[in-house]
């Protein structure tokens, strides 16, 4: 790819009392879903409020879209290309979805009202919330909920897209639904994706970035994530004690990832068992898989 | 499935515990209450109350403080507690909301503790709170009990209403929390709660019943009465607000949906207990009780021992027969000084209260007209020991109390010189028992009845008699005593008498026989 | 000039939906309660004096304070944390909308008591508007120093808790004085200082910030 960066950070630091969120990341983001995996306290969160200028660095330097969003007018010509779906989305819960939406986008400058609408009404029927868009939030089952801050995230159509955990606690078809949103969402921008989910960066992202205890451990595409466990995953009747990690499929057989014994029957390895070997290392966060 | 399991899986039983929910509100409670006692307001009115209170303690101004009447000390530590009682109201109260607030309660309200449960381990929380306050009530009093000088009998439901009042607070806190879920709804109910007192008490003045229905009735007086004339229903105060507690409780129990039949017992008995209680403390002062009082304030004797000590006679009520010695010194020492008869004439020191009508306010006590007696308050230590020695010199100057209050001529230097030279330090006891705390002009000195006028000319004479050495005044008092004891000897003759130089710009005689 | 058009059409664009986002219920408990307590002097007979409608006109300005503390809550904050419309704007605008509605009520409020009865209004307005002032920069210096969306529930409580332990000090410092106490009139420099103090200080703390912890930023240097 040879087109400019979204993003690019060097450097980005940040502490909170003695532990590092963030310890000295560098990243670049281009067009397209990169994928951000890690354990819980990996710093995900942080850098996403750190690029969606939510919270500002204690060191290092970044540029959105070629803006410095460490000084005040670059941070808001930064938020006025970004668009970012926070972990734990409030909201107004007596606004109706569209209002809700609509108030978003008058805080992202969208003054001329019909047009704002229509870019409202746009954003809703991305989501497929076009139906209820009339019903107070406090009536929308927690998916709608998501989809409604999806949307405001949507709006203006941003050039990058931050989106923290969007899947957690949805049902699996709205899953699919939403996967199927961020996939259209990232055909013509940015989306930086965090998330727990392997599944949803296998299938989604061209990118992938493993954060570990506030570092970049892995940046590459899946398939070079994938590529790490290259014949480092087997199959046997046991336990094996000197796997990595190690569990009993349906079939009744053991899959193991880490380092093979001699002669073993070789899997097809996952994403997930890369992952897991990029965490080789952090044997809490390994062990408590 | 055709794959043999070698090897059965590991079920792990799950631990048979019981329903064991007492057990398990009470270890909720016990973790609530380790939250409670780490909230900052908590941990700082603490910090507030356990300073004031050895402010209380140490304090070295109040020499009265080294003669505590122990039942007005114990409910002297009830206000202190006010402060812990708002604290634990705050802070209970957001503690109860915390789950709503942080979203958890869907998933709380599921779990095996019922919603009632968790809001009465919210309100046991307090109890180590109370505990603390009544920790420091009890040091307090204790402290002050321990004093030599500490005389009277304290009461166990005086020094628990602090601790019960935090307490009640606590349980209105959950209260609150449960029938307005709203996070505003404490501090305003606070805010509102407390104009609403002002405006209903100041509505209905002053009746005894709706005075006890506050949390705390604090009658302060600076005349003490002896325990048992007191009446104040401070038992009977303590069940209506362990009862009103309980109440409270059951009622937040209630409404987050407790239904079972011990709550319902309960709430039967603490309103029971609650109803009982402000029976028991609605009657005003019965009248057995306003003529005891009046008995004891006109003819003390009867309810007094008597001893007698060298040439005097002490005589107190039971629970200040401690202080009797305290009064000896003062009066031995004066005798010693005085001349003439005076020196060996037998006084006999009566203590005495004040027409008592409630137990709030000062009322001023009566001089005695029987020749020779003195009245003692029932204070001592600080500004009233200089302040007795003005009556114990005035009466053997003038006879007997009434006649002081007629007293406006040169014979004021004379009683006071004898009142001030008994002391320690006399020239700060001068300048303490009159009423302004100044060493020039005219100014009234107090005493334990009638206080004693000065004119600026007496003033100057008796402080420069007090700047002299002590035996050489004494020697010329005893040598001129009947002259100085005598209403017709003027200022200019006193001075002249006791040595002191005449004013540069004449005399003004009689200046405190103006009124 | 386009740029005073844009900025005006932004606001005359936010200020509808601003005003349904306001924390109406609290706010109106606050408001209801201050203008019905001053309202009791009123309608309980019976000489009363002007120690009394002092209490409850000093009620009635803890009780506004205390739902002035709630103000800058905003449920959705982590989702309008990263929109280009700054801070400072949007809790100004908040503050306009609520300010002419306190002032009603304050004023309602002081003439709900009786004429004469009624202690100085300009020291009492003072007292009001400081308490006022102290809340509205507590909460802002909670939406500065913290990442709750709500924190107006803890910022009332310190801010009741700070009032109470106010009136538990010694006399020559302390703020709520007797109309009959000579030493009014310095008390309310006192007020006066503490209204100075606060209004910048709650002004600096409105924006949000763009460098995180300067000091530490400088060691790591």
Not at chain 1, 143 to 158: E, F, I
């Amino acid at each position: 790819m040879t087109t400019a960066p979204t993003v690019s950070a060097s450097g980005l630091t940040l502490r909170y009392g003695g532990t590092a969120a963030l310890d000295d990341v560098s990243l670049r983001l281009r067009e397209g879903i990169t994928g951000l995996i890690g354990p819980n306290g990996a710093g995900k969160t942080t850098l996403l409020r750190v690029l969606a200028t939510a919270v500002p660095a204690d060191r290092g330097a970044f540029a959105v879209l070629g803006h410095d969003p460490g000084t005040t007018a670059g941070r808001q010509e930064a938020r006025r290309r970004l668009g970012y779906l926070p972990q734990n989305p409030g909201f107004h819960l007596d606004f109706t979805a569209f209002s809700f939406v609509d108030y978003v986008a008058i805080l992202k400058e969208l003054t001329d009202r019909a047009a704002r609408h229509r870019e409202v009404r746009r954003v809703l029927e991305a989501v497929d919330l076009s139906d209820v868009r009339g019903k107070r939030i406090k009536r929308l089952s927690g998916g709608m909920r998501q989809r409604v801050a999806l949307a405001a995230a949507l709006l203006g159509d941003p050039g990058l897209l931050l989106l923290d955990e969007p899947t957690v606690g949805l049902d699996p078809e709205q899953r699919m639904r939403f996967r199927e949103l961020i996939a259209q969402a990232g055909e013509s921008r940015t989306v930086l994706l965090s998330t727990h989910q392997t599944e949803d960066v296998a299938m989604l992202c061209h990118r992938v970035i493993v954060m570990v205890r506030g570092r970049i451990h892995f940046e590459g595409t899946p398939a070079e994530l994938t590529a790490r466990a290259a014949g480092r995953v087997w199959s046997s009747a046991e336990r094996d004690p000197g796997a990595r990690a190690g569990w009993r499929t349906g079939l009744g057989t053991f899959r193991n990832v880490g380092d093979p014994p001699r002669g073993a029957a070789l899997l097809e390895p996952t994403l997930e068992d890369g992952y897991l070997l990029v965490l080789d290392g952090e044997p809490a966060e390994v062990a408590s898989l | 499935m055709s794959t043999v399991i070698d090897k059965a899986p590991t079920v792990f039983a799950p631990v048979e515990t019981g329903r064991r929910p007492a057990a398990a509100v009470l270890a909720l409670a016990r973790f609530e209450a380790r939250e409670l006692l780490v909230q900052i307001p908590v941990f700082f009115f603490l910090l507030v109350y356990v300073g004031t209170t050895a402010w209380k303690l140490f304090s070295p101004r109040e020499d009265m403080n080294n003669y505590p009447i122990l039942h007005d000390v114990d409910r002297a530590t009830q206000p202190g507690t006010l402060l812990l009682a708002v604290a634990a109201f705050i802070c209970v109260n957001v503690a109860a909301l915390r789950s709503r607030r942080h979203g958890t309660d869907r998933h709380f309200d599921v779990l095996v503790l019922e919603p009632w449960r968790r809001t009465v381990a919210h309100a046991l929380s307090v109890v180590p709170l109370a505990a603390v306050t009544a920790l420091g009530a009890a040091i307090e009093f204790g402290w002050a009990a321990l004093k030599p000088g500490a005389v009277g009998h304290g009461s166990v439901a005086e020094l628990a209403t602090g601790p019960l009042v935090v307490l009640l607070s606590g349980v209105l806190g959950v209260l609150i929390a449960r029938l307005c879920p709203r996070l505003a709804g404490g501090p305003l109910v606070v805010v509102v709660g407390f104009a609403t007192l002002m405006v209903v008490s100041s509505v209905v003045g002053q009746t005894h019943w709706l005075t006890w229905l506050h949390p705390v009735v604090s009658e302060t007086s600076n005349n003490p009465i002896p325990s048992d004339l007191l009446g104040r229903p401070a038992a009977w105060h303590a069940l209506y607000l362990v009862g009103l507690s309980a109440v409270l409780l059951c009622v937040a129990a209630l409404v987050s949906g407790g239904r079972t039949r011990l709550l319902k017992a309960i709430t039967v008995v603490a309103l029971g207990a609650m109803v009982t209680g402000i029976a028991g403390q609605s009657p005003g002062d019965d009248a057995a009780l306003i003529t005891a009082r009046t008995k004891a304030s006109s003819t003390p004797a009867a309810f007094q021992s008597c001893v007698a000590h060298g040439r005097s006679t002490y005589c107190s009520f039971p629970e200040w027969t401690g202080w009797r010695d305290d009064w000896e010194k003062v009066v031995d020492r004066i005798q010693d000084l005085a001349g003439g008869g005076a020196g060996g004439a037998p006084l006999t020191i009566r203590q005495r209260i004040p027409v008592v009508h409630q137990l709030e306010g000062d009322a001023a006590i009566e001089p005695l007209h029987t020749p020779g007696e003195v009245t003692a308050g029932t204070r001592w230590g600080g500004n009233r020991v200089p302040e007795f020695a003005v009556g114990v010199a005035s009466v053997l100057v003038a006879g007997d109390e009434q006649a002081v209050s007629k007293m406006c001529d040169a014979r004021v230097v004379t009683v006071m010189w004898l009142a001030m030279a008994a002391q320690d330090d006399p020239m700060t006891a001068f300048r303490h028992v009159r009423l302004d705390d100044s060493l020039s002009g005219s100014a009234v000195a107090l005493a334990p009845t009638n206080p004693v006028g000065m004119s600026a000319e007496q003033t100057r004479i008796v402080r420069a008699l007090l700047g002299r050495p002590l035996y050489g005044v004494t020697a010329r008092v005893k040598a001129h005593w009947t002259e100085l004891t005598s209403p017709r000897t003027s200022e200019a003759r006193v001075a002249e008498l006791l040595g002191v130089p005449a004013a540069k710009n004449g005399t003004g005689a009689g200046e405190s026989c103006q009124k | 000039m386009p740029e005073v058009g844009a900025a005006y059409a932004r606001v005359r664009a936010l200020l509808p939906p601003l005003w349904r986002a306001l924390p109406w219920r609290v706010l109106g408990a606050a408001g209801g309660s201050a203008t019905a307590l001053p309202a009791l002097a009123r309608l309980v007979s019976g000489g009363h004096d002007t120690a009394f409608a002092l209490i409850l006109l000093r009620s009635a300005e803890v009780a506004l304070a205390l739902g002035l503390a709630f103000l800058l809550d905003d449920p959705a904050r982590h989702i309008t944390v990263a929109v280009p419309t700054r801070r400072v704007l949007r809790n100004g605008l908040r503050l306009a909308l609520v300010v002419p509605l306190v002032l009603l009520c304050w004023t309602v409020a002081l003439l709900l008591v009786p004429g004469e009865i009624r202690p100085p209004a300009g020291d009492v307005g003072l007292e009001a508007a400081a308490l006022a002032a102290l809340a509205l920069t507590g909460a802002a210096a909670a939406v500065r120093f913290t990442d709750e969306p709500q924190p107006g529930a803890v910022v009332a409580a310190t801010l009741l808790a700070v009032t109470v332990l106010e009136t538990l000090l010694p006399e020559r410092c302390t703020l709520f004085v007797d109309v009959a106490d000579p030493g009014w009139a310095a008390a309310h420099q006192r007020w006066a200082v503490l209204l100075l103090l606060t209004v910048p200080m709650g002004a600096a703390l409105l924006p949000e910030r763009i460098r995180r912890r300067r000091a530490l930023a400088w060691t790591h240097r």
